[in-house]
């Protein structure tokens, strides 16, 4: 299976970037093509600065990753909560990536085309917030598995979070049990 990684948390230390990281080896390791896009170590401006009006001037980096997508089988988003959201700099990918006529068409008699059918994705956070809560009342997973991914035509597999990250049930043990749980979603 060809596997794209999306590694959304600006930290190049932080547990989501060594989440990610677990999960690319993990993948090799069963034979699977893995790319990655690690959004610690790229520069590229992720503000939609004209929104769908015009194209910015360098759309080099959106068009590569937008290669990487059209390519691949599966797809893992590795990112923190905040403020009840991604970070911003994957919110700016998201943007300039899953574009108009790339991930969906609006045609002239107002419905709407999915161009990602096929796709599969998994979602995988973090959050100092309770687990449950996430779920509970929709936030963010709900968010990306219906309203982000599902409108492209890319079906959500899994959608974890780990919860509580700096409460007194966060451990190392937990947070090594939430690694292998998110490395075992590959068999």
Not at 13 to 37: Q, T
Not at 60 to 74: C, G, I, K, T, W
Request: aromatic letters at 14%; a positive charge.
């Amino acid at each position: 299976m060809k596997i794209l990684v999306i590694q959304g948390h600006p930290d190049a230390k932080s547990f989501s970037h060594g989440n990610a990281m677990n999960y690319v080896e993990h993948a090799k390791s069963l034979g699977h093509e893995v790319k990655l896009v690690d959004l610690s170590d790229t520069d590229f401006d992720p503000v939609l600065r004209y929104g769908y009006r015009q194209h910015m001037e360098d759309e080099s980096f959106p068009n590569h990753v937008q290669e990487l997508v059209r390519n691949a089988d599966h797809i893992a988003f590795f990112f923190p909560i905040w403020w009840s959201a991604e970070p911003s700099v994957l919110k700016g990918l998201f943007d300039r990536v899953f574009t108009p006529k790339f991930a969906y068409i609006y045609h002239p008699n107002g419905k709407r085309e999915k161009l990602l059918t096929g796709k599969t994705a998994s979602v995988f956070t973090t959050s100092h917030g309770p687990a449950f809560f996430y779920k509970m009342f929709g936030n963010v997973l709900f968010r990306w598995k219906y309203l982000l991914l599902a409108y492209c035509g890319i079906k959500a597999t899994h959608c974890f979070d780990l919860g509580n990250m700096e409460d007194k049930v966060d451990k190392p043990e937990r947070r090594q049990q939430y690694i292998e749980k998110c490395a075992n979603t590959l068999k």
